[in-house]
């Protein structure tokens, strides 16, 4: 017979793995509760256009998508977190005095290839910091909260991977180059294959004058280029919402006629010059220490006749101020060339890293989306940060490292509670009771074992003591405790019982702190 199997990309925890799973995700979210952020609980179910319209059309093939039973609305699986927040301060919180900081853990959903690591359901915990008007002191509040959580979760040998949205624009807005082809770089940034086949063809492109030669192209492109940038997008948009209600392939009403502007505003040429070009690629290939790396920006800036501007000093304070407060790990990077392949990201953005995990090694990834909530229907932009630790990756990472958040499996026993001759069940578990209350966790055997046999698992299971409740020691008020790896045996008094074990748990932590 051929037993059902799990799902491809879907992993059982048992046992202590799933006690350390749960341990590590209450880690990061007491952790959260530490700086003041309050836990919401999310559907895992959402209508997905949130999340075609906001993190991009290309996640479609990674999401699982199905209309409800009745036919009615295309809904998902959530595929991350942060837009299912967004949703649910606009829908019950956007009364609140601001800034809020919410925090959650929950499952998410993404379909993927199958590899160690990465899952197609895993649990994320993070937190988000929903406006706060000091961007600095919000950033440097979250990537310090991510990387306590990451050494409170078990982990120190990891990596800082620091990026910026914002600096890529105000580099690129540098660039001697024509107002349309700067939208085009702008526009694609932040899809990094897509970005480079852009560069490669700019940069090849012979100039053209036009677009297009056609005329009724020409002539709208004239009388859009009339009535100027605001103008015209009006006026596509009311166009447009004569013939589609809401939406085409997911993309709002706003969004098709931005791109339609583009198209048809140009006016000039849609071409990168080689030294144009050859900066774009200069600027991609920076990363180092953080000090190193900024310092070759500068460098590349005065190359092209540009000054450092806003964008540049806020990366050189977010640095600063992480190192005053002690929390910058030695082992960070900034590189330019970093983007997290989502659509909302606007300015700052991080991962942490766990080198020794190979291709899986990220464990956190977050930044900042002040465009966000606007688009998901503010009434105005709210600025907003956060991140999100994969939790099962981050016990992969402990797991690799040969380290593990206590010296015994996490769902690991401290006592066996057993009967000798005729003692009642409900003894036993009276016994077993005050241990639990004390600190132990205890099972309680009942079945009809051979007390040999009993301590013989006891032993293969590494379980430290086993508690005997008989009939001689009950005539005593008291049980015998049998330490297993001393091979000891001592009487205690039942209403000693419980002093007895947090003693026993206070050495057990003296030792675990004590080990080198």
């Keep these: 017979m051929k037993y059902p199997e799990h799902i491809a990309g879907t992993k059982d925890y048992l046992g202590s793995d799933a006690r350390r799973l749960v341990q590590i995700a209450d880690t990061c979210t007491s952790t959260f509760d530490l700086y003041g952020y309050a836990r919401v609980i999310l559907p895992v179910l959402e209508r997905s256009d949130i999340f075609l319209q906001r993190s991009g059309e290309e996640i479609r093939s990674r999401m699982y998508i199905f209309t409800d039973p009745k036919g009615r609305t295309e809904i998902c699986l959530r595929p991350e977190m942060t837009i299912s927040v967004a949703r649910a301060f606009l829908e019950r919180m956007a009364f609140r005095r601001l800034p809020v900081r919410l925090s959650y853990q929950g499952d998410v959903f993404r379909y993927d290839n199958v590899r160690e690591g990465r899952y197609r359901q895993?649990?994320?915990?993070?937190?988000?910091?929903?406006?706060?008007?000091?961007?600095?002191?919000?950033?440097?509040?979250?990537?310090?909260?991510?990387?306590?959580?990451?050494?409170?979760?078990?982990?120190?040998?990891?990596?800082?991977?620091?990026?910026?949205?914002?600096?890529?624009?105000?580099?690129?807005?540098?660039?001697?180059?024509?107002a349309a082809v700067r939208a085009r770089l702008l526009e694609n940034f932040w899809r990094r294959e897509a970005f480079h086949l852009l560069l490669t063809r700019l940069s090849e492109s012979s100039p053209q004058s036009k677009l297009s030669n056609d005329a009724a192209a020409l002539e709208l492109e004239k009388i859009?280029?009339?009535?100027?940038?605001?103008?015209?997008?009006?006026?596509?948009?009311?166009?447009?919402?004569?013939?589609?209600?809401?939406?085409?392939?997911?993309?709002?009403?706003?969004?098709?006629?931005?791109?339609f502007l583009q198209r048809f505003t140009a006016g000039q040429e849609m071409v990168l010059t080689k030294d144009c070009a050859e900066a774009v690629q200069e600027y991609l290939a920076i990363a180092g220490p953080p000090s190193t790396a900024l310092q070759q920006l500068e460098k590349l800036?005065?190359?092209?006749?540009?000054?450092?501007?806003?964008?540049?000093?806020?990366?050189?304070?977010?640095?600063?101020?992480?190192?005053?407060?002690?929390?910058l790990p030695a082992n960070t990077e900034i590189d330019l060339g970093f983007r997290r392949g989502i659509e909302y990201y606007t300015g700052f953005i991080f991962e942490i890293h766990c080198d020794y995990l190979g291709p899986v090694s990220q464990v956190c990834g977050g930044g900042r989306y002040d465009r966000l909530l606007a688009a998901l229907g503010a009434p105005q932009q709210i600025p907003?940060?956060?991140?999100?630790?994969?939790?099962?990756?981050?016990?992969?990472?402990?797991?690799?490292?040969?380290?593990?958040?206590?010296?015994?499996?996490?769902?690991?026993?401290?006592?066996?509670?057993?009967?000798?001759?005729?003692?009642?069940?409900?003894?036993?578990?009276?016994?077993?009771?005050?241990?639990?209350?004390?600190?132990?966790?205890?099972?309680?055997?009942?079945?009809?074992?051979?007390?040999?046999?009993?301590?013989?698992?006891?032993?293969?299971?590494?379980?430290?003591?086993?508690?005997?409740?008989?009939?001689?020691?009950?005539?005593?008020?008291?049980?015998?405790v049998k330490n297993m790896a001393e091979r000891t045996e001592e009487i205690v008094a039942i209403d000693r019982l419980d002093d007895y074990v947090r003693a026993a748990i206070e050495r057990a932590d003296q030792n675990h702190h004590e080990r080198p």
């Design 224 to 259: 859009l280029s009339s009535l100027g940038e605001n103008a015209g997008r009006l006026l596509v948009r009311q166009i447009l919402s004569l013939f589609v209600e809401k939406e085409i392939g997911y993309r709002d009403l706003d969004e098709i006629a931005e791109r």
């Design 384 to 480: 907003a940060v956060g991140f999100a630790l994969g939790v099962d990756r981050l016990l992969l990472a402990i797991d690799k490292a040969g380290d593990s958040l206590n010296s015994r499996p996490g769902d690991s026993l401290e006592a066996l509670a057993i009967s000798i001759g005729q003692v009642p069940e409900e003894t036993v578990w009276r016994i077993a009771q005050i241990c639990r209350q004390a600190g132990w966790r205890v099972r309680a055997e009942f079945d009809d074992r051979r007390v040999k046999d009993i301590l013989s698992h006891a032993s293969e299971e590494e379980i430290p003591y086993v508690i005997i409740v008989g009939e001689d020691e009950l005539r005593d008020q008291s049980v015998k």
């Design 122 to 178: 895993f649990l994320q915990a993070g937190v988000e910091l929903i406006g706060s008007e000091n961007r600095l002191a919000a950033d440097v509040e979250v990537t310090t909260l991510a990387l306590e959580s990451v050494n409170k979760a078990g982990i120190t040998d990891f990596r800082l991977l620091l990026g910026d949205l914002e600096l890529a624009a105000e580099f690129i807005n540098s660039l001697p180059v024509s």
């Design 301 to 327: 800036l005065e190359r092209i006749g540009a000054t450092p501007g806003p964008a540049f000093a806020a990366a050189h304070a977010r640095v600063e101020l992480l190192q005053r407060r002690g929390v």
